[in-house]
């Protein structure tokens, strides 16, 4: 693993700056210019470092451009006047964190001097991009430049050349090609005799100039015929890795010898690398250590990794792990981009530490370093060093992969094989099984068979479980589930109107369904079953389900000792591996006790991994307290175990109540409270009643929780209904509101209630809820939420986020869904039947990532309001509309399900799946329709629940 020589004061790539303008005309046209830029991106609600995730491309393009609009006064900045112009520093160190730019970060680090919260939050970022090393070499380089500054304008030739070097390298000064020539030419007509060799590099580099080799030998060899030990290093780079024709090793290292032993730096750490190597010369290992450790002390970047490289591996010097750390980062700290992967590798393999090589994986893999982004995938993928991320360890698999690491090939491929659902993602695992195959890795031709066999048997299902219920002679009835796999397809594929084949059925109530799935040929299933000799009495049945239904397999959860287990859910932790959660209650004697929250982690087959001599029921407690734990909602974590938000109230709907969160781990440990303890609180207040909590990831490892919030009057009764949020980080910690309070998401005049939320995708949420005006049809509103602070980032519908207030149908529950182009809103909208009975029809609305704007209809009323939304309907007719679900699939649409019944006739489950530009996909004999997917004679079919998404 040696470094392969180069230069960074004598060739470099680095894309050239723009050219200093006049201090006159230049300040605030300069600053307006970078500050238009990133507030450009920063509108769209991204934080500093969420481009290290998502959006980075862009945010890259828009960071360097900034930089480069400001490389002029920064350059020209005293240092002395670092505080009396924060707007430039502020400005820079936003642009340096987006474009990734560890030498810009520390310069910017260095100087930036926080006088704020914000800013004092933009340095950390600044910090964790460039590292102490890093800035304490920018603070030194500054100040060296501010020395030779005064020296060069006062006529000194050789600090016009070290100033030179300076721009060429980007040490102390944002690097600026022209400016470095501008210095050598002055530096050369005050007859410095190396200064025609550095412009011989700056031709061979092509930094600040057309890039002209021919040039660059011919100016060297000028330079070197005048005794320039820098002329004679650019030739002895041309005779080892020029054009071929002009190859000669033997002349290559006889210059850099001159150039060593004449003292030069850059010289001393060529020829070390030939020593090293045995390049043209014979190898000498404890040579090579002794130019190395001379050019790494005068700050020689590709020396110091070379003799990093030299401690690490005992190769002319006796093996010290430390001191190569130390070389390492000095590289890293002086602009060696691989020395970051270099210092991964050895805190990983060598150190043992997950979490300090994450952070090198990092930030090697922001400079482009395929393998860095290689390695930081697969710590993303593993939860290794940090918490675990899949989104990120897909994102830099393919940067990876896109860039042609095999490595990174096979693991995007291997990402979606597992971590995908069904044939789409197969079809992506198969291509870069393909691709990883042409490009030589060894296991490609292996997994691409593996994935066809799976891709060729993987049907594109949904499947959709429902209750069903049947009249019995005594005038009882009989509760037992159907389900139904609804394969879509084909949008013209027909379905019989009368659907047999209950998956399971029991004499007495089996209800609440629910289920998720693996993403292959299996199912967890699960209901509540209430017992027949105590009717009183409920315990959870889960079962193992395939989809041929040739293997079915259950298990139940005894009893609490005298109590029960219901409202069953389950969360997905990890491939094979999900958390089966419950309510519990206990029962002594004819009287119920308190409400609590259990949980059981389950593998693949639905067998109990986590075992306890005390827990009797295989069921450990996620919140248990004197008081009633309800309402919960559980959500994976990332790292194998889950969040559960719930409502802890103290008595009936008058009594006070508060939001309790958990975190449980995939031990079964809770993380931020004991086991005695009542509740983690993120709203508590005896003034307060709260209900309906809802819980989305952030994106980030934590969660966001929203919540219903009334105030309780004097008299009793309860006031307006608001709606209120935390953010919650993985250490249990708030990240919204001052002194920790949740924010307001709606809080209107009008009552706020009935809401959903989703994830965004970019750390916020997008949240749908019921604006009930009591003296007009009710509305439905929505609002987008920035993950950073809890503040809406949809504004522009002139201070109304409502979808429709002048609709003539009331709305009500609504759902949202995720589309690959933005959100579908479902709702219920009151409607009357021929005989003026009131019904319940569907309809949705759309609202599209790149405009924010639904369909809309009609020209704006005179007081410039935008014209009506225009709703479309998934069934309107003299049914009566009742329970729906909806499923995002963002490459295809939503796919919604709803309980459509007539009177007192027989219920039937229907399904609509609405595309991503909002068309319904699927027909019935031609016209887009609803289809059936139960009906069964006899019998109502309800509560419908989406167990899992395939294709």
């Given at each position: 693993m040696l470094a392969l020589l180069l230069c960074l004061f004598v060739f470099s790539s680095t894309a050239t700056q723009l050219e200093a303008r006049p201090q006159s005309q230049e300040t605030q046209e300069v600053l307006e210019q970078a500050r238009q830029r990133l507030e450009a991106?920063?509108?769209?609600?991204?934080?500093?470092?969420?481009?290290?995730?998502?959006?980075?491309?862009?945010?890259?393009?828009?960071?360097?451009?900034?930089?480069?609009?400001?490389?002029?006064?920064?350059?020209?900045?005293?240092?002395?006047?670092?505080?009396?112009?924060?707007?430039?520093?502020?400005?820079?160190?936003?642009?340096?964190?987006?474009?990734?730019?560890?030498?810009?970060?520390?310069?910017?680090?260095?100087?930036?001097?926080?006088?704020?919260?914000?800013?004092?939050?933009?340095?950390?970022?600044?910090?964790?991009?460039?590292?102490?090393?890093?800035?304490?070499?920018?603070?030194?380089?500054?100040?060296?430049?501010?020395?030779?500054?005064?020296?060069?304008?006062?006529?000194?030739?050789?600090?016009?050349?070290?100033?030179?070097?300076?721009?060429?390298?980007?040490?102390?000064?944002?690097?600026?090609?022209?400016?470095?020539?501008?210095?050598?030419?002055?530096?050369?007509?005050?007859?410095?005799?190396?200064?025609?060799?550095?412009?011989?590099?700056?031709?061979?580099?092509?930094?600040?100039?057309?890039?002209?080799?021919?040039?660059?030998?011919?100016?060297?060899?000028?330079?070197?015929?005048?005794?320039?030990?820098?002329?004679?290093?650019?030739?002895?780079?041309?005779?080892?890795?020029?054009?071929?024709?002009?190859?000669?090793?033997?002349?290559?290292?006889?210059?850099?010898?001159?150039?060593?032993?004449?003292?030069?730096?850059?010289?001393?750490?060529?020829?070390?690398?030939?020593?090293?190597?045995?390049?043209?010369?014979?190898?000498?290992?404890?040579?090579?250590?002794?130019?190395?450790?001379?050019?790494?002390?005068l700050e020689v970047n590709f020396a110091c990794r070379n003799l990093a490289f030299q401690f690490q591996n005992g190769t002319g010097t006796p093996k010290d792990l430390e001191q190569a750390r130390i070389w390492f980062e000095e590289a890293a700290a002086l602009g060696h981009k691989d020395a970051f992967l270099d210092l991964a590798n050895l805190q990983l393999y060598e150190f043992k530490d997950e979490a300090l090589a994450r952070a090198w994986y990092q930030r090697g893999a922001f400079l482009e370093n395929v393998n860095a982004q290689a390695g930081l995938g697969y710590l993303f993928h593993e939860g290794k060093g940090g918490p675990r991320n899949p989104s990120a360890a897909e994102y830099w698999y393919t940067q990876g992969a896109e860039q042609g690491n095999t490595t990174c090939m096979r693991n995007l491929s291997l990402y979606y094989e597992w971590q995908g659902k069904g044939k789409s993602s197969l079809k992506k695992a198969l291509s870069w099984a393909n691709k990883a195959q042409q490009a030589g890795h060894p296991k490609g031709k292996e997994d691409a068979k593996r994935i066809e066999s799976k891709l060729s048997s993987a049907p594109p299902l949904a499947m959709i479980l429902f209750e069903t219920s049947r009249k019995q002679k005594d005038r009882s009835y009989q509760h037992g589930l159907a389900g139904r796999t609804l394969d879509w397809s084909d949008p013209n594929s027909k379905l019989p109107t009368?659907?047999?084949?209950?998956?399971?059925?029991?004499?007495?109530?089996?209800?609440?369904?629910?289920?998720?799935?693996?993403?292959?040929?299996?199912?967890?299933?699960?209901?509540?079953?209430?017992?027949?000799?105590?009717?009183?009495?409920?315990?959870?049945?889960?079962?193992?389900?395939?989809?041929?239904?040739?293997?079915?397999?259950?298990?139940?959860?005894?009893?609490?000792?005298?109590?029960?287990?219901f409202h069953p859910s389950f969360v997905s932790t990890s491939k094979n591996r999900t958390l089966l959660f419950g309510q519990s209650k206990s029962i002594q004697g004819k009287r119920r006790g308190d409400l609590d929250i259990c949980a059981q982690y389950l593998d693949f087959n639905g067998q109990s991994l986590w075992k306890n001599p005390e827990e009797k029921s295989g069921m450990y407690w996620v919140a248990s307290s004197p008081f009633q734990e309800h309402s919960y909602q559980a959500m994976a974590d990332e790292e194998g175990g889950a969040y559960v938000v719930y409502v802890t109230s103290m008595g009936d709907y008058r009594a006070p109540s508060w939001i309790s969160v958990q975190r449980i781990s995939k031990e079964g440990q809770l993380l931020w409270t004991d086991r005695s303890s009542a509740t983690n609180a993120v709203f508590a207040h005896p003034s307060y009643r709260v209900a309906s909590p809802k819980m989305v990831s952030d994106g980030e490892g934590g969660a966001i929780v929203a919540f219903e919030l009334r105030k309780m009057q004097g008299d009793g009764t309860l006031g307006d209904c608001d709606i209120y949020a935390q953010r919650i980080l993985p250490d249990g910690s708030f990240a919204w509101g001052k002194d920790n309070t949740p924010v307001p998401l709606a809080n209107t005049p009008f009552e706020d209630d009935q809401f959903d939320l989703v994830a965004d995708g970019e750390g916020g949420a997008v949240m749908v809820w019921r604006l009930n005006f009591l003296d007009h049809p009710a509305a439905i509103a929505k609002a987008r939420i920035s993950g950073t602070d809890g503040s809406h980032l949809w504004i522009e519908d002139n201070g109304s986020p409502t979808l429709g207030p002048n609709l003539d149908l009331p709305l009500s529950n609504p759902k949202i869904g995720i589309t690959s182009k933005g959100w579908l809103i479902f709702s219920q909208a009151t409607t009357q039947d021929e005989q003026g009975q009131e019904k319940h029809a569907?309809?949705?609305?759309?609202?599209?990532?790149?405009?924010?704007?639904?369909?809309?209809?009609?020209?704006?009323?005179?007081?410039?309001?935008?014209?009506?939304?225009?709703?479309?309907?998934?069934?309107?007719?003299?049914?009566?509309?009742?329970?729906?679900?909806?499923?995002?699939?963002?490459?295809?649409?939503?796919?919604?399900?709803?309980?459509?019944?007539?009177?007192?006739?027989?219920?039937?489950?229907?399904?609509?799946?609405?595309?991503?530009?909002?068309?319904?996909?699927?027909?019935?004999?031609?016209?887009?329709?609803?289809?059936?997917?139960?009906?069964?004679?006899?019998?109502?079919?309800?509560?419908?629940?989406?167990?899992?998404?395939?294709?």
């Open positions: 991106f920063e509108r769209r609600g991204y934080r500093s470092l969420v481009p290290t995730i998502r959006n980075r491309e862009e945010a890259n393009a828009i960071g360097k451009e900034a930089l480069e609009i400001l490389a002029s006064p920064i350059n020209r900045l005293p240092l002395a006047a670092a505080k009396e112009n924060q707007a430039v520093w502020k400005l820079a160190a936003k642009a340096a964190v987006l474009a990734q730019d560890p030498l810009r970060a520390a310069l910017v680090a260095a100087h930036f001097l926080p006088d704020s919260d914000q800013d004092h939050a933009l340095a950390l970022d600044l910090r964790q991009l460039s590292f102490p090393r890093a800035i304490e070499l920018a603070e030194k380089h500054r100040r060296a430049c501010r020395s030779l500054r005064s020296k060069a304008e006062a006529g000194d030739a050789t600090a016009m050349v070290q100033l030179g070097r300076m721009y060429q390298s980007g040490r102390g000064v944002f690097q600026d090609g022209k400016s470095a020539m501008q210095w050598y030419r002055r530096a050369k007509s005050a007859g410095n005799i190396e200064a025609g060799g550095f412009i011989a590099s700056l031709y061979g580099s092509g930094l600040g100039l057309e890039k002209d080799e021919e040039e660059a030998e011919k100016l060297a060899r000028a330079a070197a015929e005048q005794g320039s030990l820098v002329g004679m290093t650019v030739l002895s780079y041309l005779y080892a890795f020029g054009p071929e024709s002009k190859r000669d090793l033997k002349l290559a290292v006889q210059y850099a010898r001159q150039a060593a032993e004449g003292g030069y730096d850059v010289g001393m750490g060529n020829y070390g690398y030939f020593l090293l190597s045995g390049t043209g010369v014979r190898k000498d290992e404890e040579a090579a250590f002794h130019w190395h450790k001379k050019a790494a002390e009368n659907l047999p084949g209950e998956i399971f059925t029991y004499p007495r109530a089996a209800r609440s369904p629910m289920g998720i799935g693996w993403g292959g040929s299996a199912n967890l299933l699960g209901y509540e079953l209430q017992m027949h000799k105590a009717p009183h009495r409920r315990f959870t049945l889960f079962g193992s389900y395939s989809d041929d239904r040739l293997k079915q397999r259950f298990e139940k959860f005894p009893l609490f000792g005298d109590g029960e287990i569907l309809v949705y609305f759309p609202i599209f990532r790149d405009t924010r704007h639904t369909w809309l209809k009609g020209d704006p009323d005179p007081a410039g309001n935008r014209p009506l939304v225009r709703y479309k309907v998934v069934s309107a007719s003299s049914y009566d509309v009742r329970n729906f679900q909806v499923a995002s699939f963002a490459d295809h649409g939503v796919l919604v399900v709803f309980e459509l019944a007539k009177d007192d006739a027989e219920n039937a489950i229907m399904a609509q799946v609405i595309d991503q530009d909002g068309d319904a996909r699927l027909k019935v004999d031609g016209k887009t329709r609803p289809w059936i997917i139960g009906l069964l004679q006899e019998t109502d079919c309800t509560s419908p629940v989406i167990v899992d998404l395939y294709q």
